[in-house]
């Protein structure tokens, strides 16, 4: 049973406007999983929700609910439910009314519904809070009253929009591990909602990277960290030294002047091919042992590590190493073959530079610019 | 409290002067009307003489109601309509019920009577087609059409207002939660317009009770309502006193009906009731 699928997606396209938002999708989804649609602001996440949940209709292709084709189910009839972006609760009822609300359009004897609610409440940890006003909850109640409306239908699946991303982050990790417990308890398939590479990577059973209205990738989130299919994914799941390099023989790829042994084959003889290096794969080595050889150019005391910026050949490596180094140091680094990850050119390459204007300022600048666009 | 500036208290004289003038003595004028004799003594008979127009204002309160809630009937469908069409549709509807108001009373009435009256062009119509003509004016039917025609965007409007700022994501949410059309209605849209309809209500019926131009001509003279009755006794210098207890009672009716419906209004938008 742990492999049936609960939903499929054969061929969705949608366009608005004019403009294509999502471009023949295909995807299935597991029963009892939890499964994050992970990708940039305006990639199409909602407008797959939405046509999962059936407030928007296809253009092109078939909508699957366990084997049957739902395209004409009104969203009332569907299986499914949502915790919206926003929550969307209604304002004319409490929390009580609000989390009964799907119970009482089912006509549930009224001791029942006060026992659900009651239980429910239970889950979400907000005991005592039947009578108040949903108006006057702060944001992480009421994203708990939102859950809580959805899950007491006992939907086959969840659809949850970037439910945490107004809470700040010390709720957003709490509740991160609560909706797991939830997904784990409940046995409901969650179709996780997010553009926060983390928070996808720590709860989900499968990650779906999508870009440009595309399937990039779909895999664990072992996987796709380890395994990034093209230089998206491996630019938007942490962080990546992207390198050109050429696969000159089976188990050897050169870049940055060097020829590495690593442990992809197949490839043709001198195919060109992007190279991935995360950044804690990198170990720093006196120069005379070190494959690569560079110069120190910033240190950011980041805590557990140093990030190291190097300079090798004029591209900006980011390294991160326990022991500390001086800007201007010259230092060796050494890879192992097994961090070495190649992956086949794509129409992303090169359109990730180095790390030679980074700057945490200007990745938190690009954050906000982020949410102000949702 | 801050003290204000003599300037600041200059600036908002004319606004005091004018609410006095216009506002505050006509009403305490009614009040000494009420309670004197013509010459001026202190006296409770010209409300004692309110018990002599009790069946009036009873009849007047009935088809105040009537009209009243044919508005929201009306209203309340034609405004929800409304609020589904496009945001350029929505425009031209909302002036096309907006139209007749910038129109004086008396001219819609006069008009009405010339379509309604026994000789008037639906009947002239009726009988061109061969059926039998029919008797309107002069009914009290003809009185409540005249105010539901007269009102009606009075309904319209606040809940118009009140439905298209609703946020569609709540509609969503219901939907999502197993509610069809119908019962997004009822649940949700609904209830969130009720302060729409709670001013809807008020705006029709107040001017609905002291209304008299509406039943003197589309009433034919056969009906009297109470605003008849104010109008009638103060065109006498005799009953000049009378005319001001019935305005003076009838105001006070119309304060305690509106602080009554705010109440209600805001416990409703408070957030009990399923
Ligand atoms: N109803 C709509 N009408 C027109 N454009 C829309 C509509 N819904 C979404 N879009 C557009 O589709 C794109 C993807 O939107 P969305 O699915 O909300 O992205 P995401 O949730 O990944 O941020 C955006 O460019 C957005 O402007
Ligand atoms: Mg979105």
Same mark, same amino acid.
């Given at each position: 049973?742990?492999?049936?699928?609960?939903?499929?997606?054969?061929?969705?396209?949608?366009?608005?406007?004019?403009?294509?938002?999502?471009?023949?999708?295909?995807?299935?989804?597991?029963?009892?999983?939890?499964?994050?649609?992970?990708?940039?602001?305006?990639?199409?996440?909602?407008?797959?929700?939405?046509?999962?949940?059936?407030?928007?209709?296809?253009?092109?292709?078939?909508?699957?609910?366990?084997?049957?084709?739902?395209?004409?189910?009104?969203?009332?009839?569907?299986?499914?439910?949502?915790?919206?972006?926003?929550?969307?609760?209604?304002?004319?009822?409490?929390?009580?009314?609000?989390?009964?609300?799907?119970?009482?359009?089912?006509?549930?004897?009224?001791?029942?519904?006060?026992?659900?609610?009651?239980?429910?409440?239970?889950?979400?940890?907000?005991?005592?809070?039947?009578?108040?006003?949903?108006?006057?909850?702060?944001?992480?109640?009421?994203?708990?009253?939102?859950?809580?409306?959805?899950?007491?239908?006992?939907?086959?699946?969840?659809?949850?929009?970037?439910?945490?991303?107004?809470?700040?982050?010390?709720?957003?990790?709490?509740?991160?591990?609560?909706?797991?417990? @939830?997904?784990?308890?409940?046995?409901?398939?969650?179709?996780?909602?997010?553009?926060?590479?983390?928070?996808?990577?720590?709860?989900?059973?499968?990650?779906?990277?999508?870009?440009?209205?595309?399937?990039?990738?779909?895999?664990?989130?072992?996987?796709?960290?380890?395994?990034?299919?093209?230089?998206?994914?491996?630019?938007?799941?942490?962080?990546?030294?992207?390198?050109?390099?050429?696969?000159?023989?089976?188990?050897?790829?050169?870049?940055?002047?060097?020829?590495?042994?690593?442990?992809?084959?197949?490839?043709?003889?001198?195919?060109?091919?992007?190279?991935?290096?995360?950044?804690?794969?990198?170990?720093?080595?006196?120069?005379?042992?070190?494959?690569?050889?560079?110069?120190?150019?910033?240190?950011?005391?980041?805590?557990?590590?140093?990030?190291?910026?190097?300079?090798?050949?004029?591209?900006?490596?980011?390294?991160?190493?326990?022991?500390?180094?001086?800007?201007?140091?010259?230092?060796?680094?050494?890879?192992?073959?097994?961090?070495?990850?190649?992956?086949?050119?794509?129409?992303?390459?090169?359109?990730?530079?180095?790390?030679?204007?980074?700057?945490?300022?200007?990745?938190?600048?690009?954050?906000?610019?982020? +949410?102000?666009?949702? | 409290?801050?003290?204000?500036?003599?300037?600041?208290?200059?600036?908002?004289?004319?606004?005091?002067?004018?609410?006095?003038?216009?506002?505050?003595?006509?009403?305490?004028?009614?009040?000494?009307?009420?309670?004197?004799?013509?010459?001026?003594?202190?006296?409770? +008979?010209?409300?004692?003489?309110?018990?002599?127009?009790?069946?009036?204002?009873?009849?007047?309160?009935? @088809?105040?109601?009537?009209?009243?809630?044919?508005?929201?009937?009306?209203?309340?469908?034609?405004?929800?309509?409304?609020?589904?069409?496009?945001?350029?549709?929505?425009?031209?509807?909302?002036?096309?019920?907006?139209?007749?108001?910038?129109?004086?009373?008396?001219?819609?009435?006069?008009?009405? @009577?010339?379509?309604?009256?026994?000789?008037?062009?639906?009947?002239?119509?009726?009988?061109?087609?061969?059926?039998?003509?029919?008797?309107?004016?002069?009914?009290?039917?003809?009185?409540?059409?005249?105010?539901?025609?007269?009102?009606?965007?009075?309904?319209?409007?606040?809940?118009?207002?009140?439905?298209?700022?609703?946020?569609?994501?709540?509609?969503?949410?219901?939907?999502?939660?197993?509610?069809?059309?119908?019962?997004?209605?009822?649940?949700?849209?609904?209830?969130?317009?009720?302060?729409?309809?709670?001013?809807?209500?008020?705006?029709?019926?107040?001017?609905?009770?002291?209304?008299?131009?509406?039943?003197?001509?589309?009433?034919?003279?056969?009906?009297?309502?109470?605003?008849?009755?104010?109008?009638?006794?103060?065109?006498?210098?005799?009953?000049?006193?009378?005319?001001?207890?019935?305005?003076?009672?009838?105001?006070?009716?119309?304060?305690?009906?509106?602080?009554?419906?705010?109440?209600?209004?805001?416990?409703?938008?408070?957030?009990?009731?399923?």
């Amino acid at each position: 049973m742990k492999q049936e699928k609960v939903i499929q997606l054969q061929n969705i396209s949608k366009s608005f406007d004019g403009e294509k938002i999502l471009n023949n999708i295909n995807l299935y989804i597991r029963d009892k999983e939890f499964i994050t649609l992970l990708g940039p602001s305006g990639c199409g996440k909602t407008t797959m929700l939405r046509l999962i949940a059936g407030f928007e209709t296809p253009d092109e292709g078939t909508i699957l609910f366990e084997g049957k084709p739902i395209n004409d189910v009104p969203p009332y009839q569907r299986s499914v439910n949502t915790v919206f972006q926003k929550y969307a609760l209604f304002p004319h009822l409490n929390v009580f009314e609000n989390i009964a609300f799907g119970l009482r359009l089912k006509k549930l004897p009224e001791e029942q519904i006060r026992k659900q609610v009651k239980d429910m409440l239970a889950l979400v940890n907000l005991k005592g809070f039947e009578r108040r006003n949903v108006e006057r909850l702060s944001g992480g109640q009421q994203q708990r009253v939102a859950i809580a409306r959805a899950l007491i239908n006992h939907p086959k699946v969840l659809l949850l929009d970037e439910p945490l991303a107004a809470l700040d982050l010390k709720l957003r990790k709490d509740m991160q591990v609560e909706l797991k417990n @939830m997904q784990k308890r409940t046995g409901i398939t969650f179709i996780y909602v997010t553009h926060d590479q983390e928070e996808a990577l720590s709860m989900s059973d499968t990650v779906m990277v999508i870009a440009e209205g595309e399937i990039q990738q779909i895999g664990t989130p072992t996987d796709i960290y380890n395994e990034p299919v093209n230089a998206f994914v491996a630019d938007f799941i942490g962080e990546s030294n992207i390198l050109d390099g050429v696969m000159t023989a089976d188990y050897k790829a050169t870049f940055s002047g060097h020829t590495f042994d690593c442990v992809d084959s197949g490839f043709e003889k001198n195919e060109k091919v992007d190279i991935v290096v995360r950044p804690e794969d990198v170990d720093v080595v006196p120069c005379e042992r070190g494959m690569l050889v560079g110069d120190v150019t910033g240190v950011t005391f980041k805590g557990v590590h140093y990030e190291i910026i190097v300079d090798i050949r004029g591209f900006k490596w980011m390294i991160q190493s326990t022991d500390y180094v001086a800007p201007g140091d010259h230092i060796g680094l050494s890879i192992d073959p097994d961090a070495i990850h190649v992956m086949k050119k794509s129409r992303f390459s090169n359109m990730f530079g180095d790390y030679s204007s980074f700057s945490d300022e200007l990745e938190k600048l690009s954050d906000l610019s982020e +949410e102000e666009n949702e | 409290m801050k003290k204000r500036t003599l300037l600041e208290r200059m600036a908002s004289a004319p606004h005091l002067v004018w609410m006095v003038l216009f506002i505050v003595a006509p009403l305490l004028f009614v009040a000494y009307y009420a309670f004197t004799t013509p010459d001026g003594s202190f006296t409770f +008979e010209n409300i004692a003489a309110l018990s002599n127009h009790a069946e009036t204002f009873l009849f007047s309160v009935c @088809m105040a109601l009537i009209s009243t809630v044919i508005c929201l009937l009306i209203g309340y469908p034609l405004a929800y309509c409304i609020s589904r069409a496009s945001a350029r549709a929505q425009k031209i509807l909302i002036m096309l019920i907006m139209l007749p108001m910038w129109m004086n009373l008396l001219i819609r009435t006069y008009s009405m @009577m010339a379509i309604l009256d026994d000789g008037g062009f639906l009947n002239n119509l009726l009988m061109r087609l061969g059926f039998a003509p029919v008797h309107i004016v002069g009914t009290a039917g003809a009185v409540i059409f005249g105010m539901v025609y007269n009102f009606l965007p009075y309904m319209v409007l606040p809940i118009h207002s009140v439905i298209s700022k609703l946020d569609w994501r709540l509609i969503e949410a219901a939907n999502d939660l197993g509610c069809n059309n119908f019962r997004v209605l009822t649940r949700v849209i609904l209830p969130l317009s009720v302060p729409g309809i709670i001013s809807g209500l008020t705006m029709v019926f107040v001017p609905s009770i002291s209304t008299f131009y509406i039943s003197q001509k589309l009433g034919g003279g056969t009906f009297e309502l109470i605003g008849d009755t104010i109008e009638r006794q103060f065109q006498n210098p005799v009953t000049y006193h009378v005319g001001a207890s019935i305005s003076l009672v009838m105001m006070i009716l119309i304060l305690i009906s509106l602080a009554i419906m705010n109440r209600f209004s805001d416990s409703e938008t408070g957030g009990m009731i399923a």
